[in-house]
């Protein structure tokens, strides 16, 4: 019951940011969406953008791989920029509210978890501090998070194919060779 009532709600923020801004949806239009009471939402989530964090995750676990595989990173980047294109009004509704931090602080930790995944594959066997692997990986994130955070300034008006190809070619070959500056002899 629990799960098909925190879907019920997932649904309900999805359908309501598909017309309105996450700014101006409340606790009492999710509840009155779904028909259940208060408490219930508040048994559940913390507030309304609690819920929406618990979405992103929940989503991005439907859609994005548990493991990254060497060769097959571009198709894993690919899937992340096709879901928020594939949901264009709910991504540009959260983004262009007051609240857009907490997108984007999600989409850079998604983003680090996926390079980090990368990064540890490639860095295998080579001599690399820790802390220079966390350093490069938190740069690629900040640098995507930035790229998409200018696309959705855009209305996400290019399509997800260009801004990744390019994307693509900045970043073809670019972790590997990052890694070996930092490689210890």
Not at 28 to 57: A, I, M, P, S
């Amino acid at each position: 019951m629990a799960s098909s009532t925190k879907e019920a709600l997932s649904n309900a923020l999805k359908k309501m940011l598909n017309i309105k801004p996450i700014d101006k949806i409340t606790v009492k239009d999710l509840v009155e969406e779904c028909g259940v009471n208060r408490q219930t939402f508040y048994y559940h989530f913390d507030d309304v953008y609690d819920l929406l964090e618990w979405v992103f995750e929940e989503d991005a676990n439907r859609v994005l791989p548990d493991e990254i595989f060497y060769d097959e990173w571009r198709v894993n980047v690919m899937k992340f920029f096709r879901y928020l294109y594939d949901n264009k009004t709910f991504v540009l509704n959260i983004y262009n509210s007051q609240n857009r931090s907490y997108m984007l602080r999600y989409f850079k930790r998604r983003m680090h978890y996926c390079i980090h995944g990368f990064a540890v594959i490639v860095a295998e066997g080579r001599n690399i501090e820790w802390s220079d692997l966390e350093f490069i990986c938190e740069f690629y994130a900040q640098g995507m998070t930035g790229l998409i955070s200018q696309w959705l300034d855009l209305n996400m008006e290019l399509p997800p194919e260009i801004t990744v190809d390019k994307f693509m070619q900045v970043l073809d070959g670019s972790i590997e060779s990052m890694l070996s500056r930092f490689q210890k002899n």
